[in-house]
């Protein structure tokens, strides 16, 4: 009944390296989401997709980069990790098409940057 | 601004009601959401409201909301341990329903 899975729950990895996260749904979903939760923060908006190779900066892009060259999946790059990069990061993805719009959320991967 | 504001948490007895807050600022938000995230898991969607409406009720879940206000909320009767966990409240914005936010409120369960 799994309908969107990110490829790892936890990662650890080193400041500088170059860190992909993987999100896929099942679901034929037009949009798709990258947030990160901090602490107090809620959830911040990195990037969207609402069409296949079609993205859109959200509210904290700045360190990040995505990719989504097939509709059912959306990835999530940091091009130089950086512990301020220390977070838990959640893929989302909505219809987009009818009402109500709900969002269905992976199960998170809480990323640490030494 | 685009501000969805909540308390940080709020602490119950179990058996009592639970009531959390929410307001925003975007008046041309067609619908609310709440969702819930509990320990370790992604957040799931637990009821929405259309912004025409002013109340809905699912079971043990009421949503309440003010237009004139801005101010939503989620009363939730006769609160189990179960129900600890993380709420948030969102708001739609957009063709492409692109949510704002609130920073989430905790849920504790006193016994």
């Known amino acids: 009944d799994v309908k969107v899975t990110q490829s790892s729950r936890y990662l650890v990895k080193r400041t500088g390296e170059k860190v992909f996260l993987e999100c896929v749904q099942d679901?034929?979903?037009?949009?798709m989401f990258w947030y990160r939760q901090d602490p107090g923060l809620g959830l911040r908006l990195i990037y969207f997709?609402?069409?296949?190779?079609?993205?859109e900066k959200g509210d904290i892009p700045e360190g990040y980069s995505v990719s989504r060259e097939k509709k059912e999946r959306f990835s999530l790059i940091l091009e130089s990790a950086s512990t301020n990069q220390t977070s838990m990061y959640l893929c989302a993805s909505t219809e987009g098409t009818t009402g109500g719009g709900e969002a269905f959320f992976g199960q998170g991967t809480r990323l640490t940057v030494v | 601004g685009e501000d969805v504001e909540q308390s940080l948490f709020l602490s119950v007895r179990e058996g009592d009601s639970s009531v959390i807050n929410c307001t925003y600022t975007?008046?041309?938000?067609?619908?609310l959401y709440w969702y819930k995230q509990e320990p370790g898991a992604g957040l799931q969607l637990l009821t929405y409201i259309f912004s025409n409406m002013d109340m809905k009720q699912d079971q043990r879940l009421t949503v309440l909301l003010n237009k004139k206000d801005k101010h939503l909320s989620l009363r939730i009767a006769d609160t189990q341990t179960g129900d600890s966990a993380i709420y948030f409240c969102?708001?739609?914005?957009?063709?492409?329903?692109?949510?704002?936010w609130g920073a989430g409120t905790k849920l504790i369960i006193k016994p």
């Open positions: 679901m034929d979903h037009e949009n």
């Open positions: 969102a708001e739609s914005k957009g063709s492409n329903y692109q949510l704002i």
């Open positions: 975007d008046s041309s938000s067609t619908y």
């Open positions: 997709s609402y069409d296949v190779k079609m993205k």
